[in-house]
């Protein structure tokens, strides 16, 4: 497709629970980008893949979140042991270049997470 | 806290009418973007200015920065329904952007 495709869109799962989100970036953008949006609110950065490398995991809450991206292209974002302050929307973005925010950033139109 | 940091966090107008939403930051940038979110989908690149750019047009959309005060404007001209959204500025400074926390704009018809 043309566009930052996320899924599933949807997900409600129960607490202790581990969940997976994917994320296929536009083809040929090196950089992808995942955030978190709790209702209401700005985009809280969580981590950055240059190719398949993640030179900024910083935003990452804690070790319950991982993320991997293989083939420079797709990319799942773990959370182990859901808690209930997990749910938000989980946005995933991709850009051109060398990811140095010099270019603009095109999103997914998120997954949202429920936890029970 | 956040780097970007809109105002109003909302807006009212009617069809038409300009609106202008304000984002000030606290550290220096690469430069600053302007998104928009409709409910429910993801965010949508509008302009990028340039730290050595003071002012940037695009279509009914008008963005100047001011680096010694660390804020931006972002201005839309004659309103439309379908420009109701929230809009968010974001920052960059090396290999991310950071985000405020928006504008929710309501164009009434």
């Known amino acids: 497709g043309a566009g930052v495709s996320q899924s599933p869109s949807n997900k409600v799962t129960e607490k202790g629970k581990d969940v997976e989100l994917r994320c296929d970036p536009i083809s040929g953008h090196t950089a992808l980008y995942w955030y978190r949006q709790s209702l209401g609110q700005g985009l809280e950065f969580l981590i950055y893949?240059?190719?398949?490398?993640?030179?900024?995991k910083s935003g990452l809450p804690s070790d319950r979140f991982s993320a991997e991206r293989t083939g420079g292209s797709v990319s799942t974002l773990t959370i182990q042991r859901t808690q209930q302050e997990d749910s938000a929307v989980y946005l995933c973005a991709s850009s051109s270049g060398t990811g140095r925010s010099n270019q603009p950033q095109h999103f997914g139109d998120g997954t949202r997470l429920s936890i029970l | 806290s956040q780097q970007g940091e809109e105002d109003p966090q909302a807006l009212s107008i009617q069809e038409g009418e300009n609106a202008t939403m304000n984002c000030s930051y606290k550290?220096?940038?690469?430069?600053l973007q302007w998104y928009r979110q409709n409910s429910g989908r993801g965010l949508v690149h509008l302009i990028l200015?340039?730290?050595?750019?003071r002012e940037k047009h695009s279509g009914r959309l008008r963005v100047t920065l001011d680096t010694s005060k660390k804020s931006s404007s972002l201005l839309i001209t004659a309103s439309r329904a379908a420009d109701t959204a929230s809009y968010f500025c974001a920052t960059s400074s090396g290999s991310r952007l950071t985000f405020g926390e928006g504008t929710q704009l309501t164009v009434n018809p």
């Open positions: 550290t220096s940038i690469n430069n």
């Open positions: 893949f240059q190719g398949n490398s993640a030179p900024d």
């Open positions: 200015i340039r730290s050595n750019e």
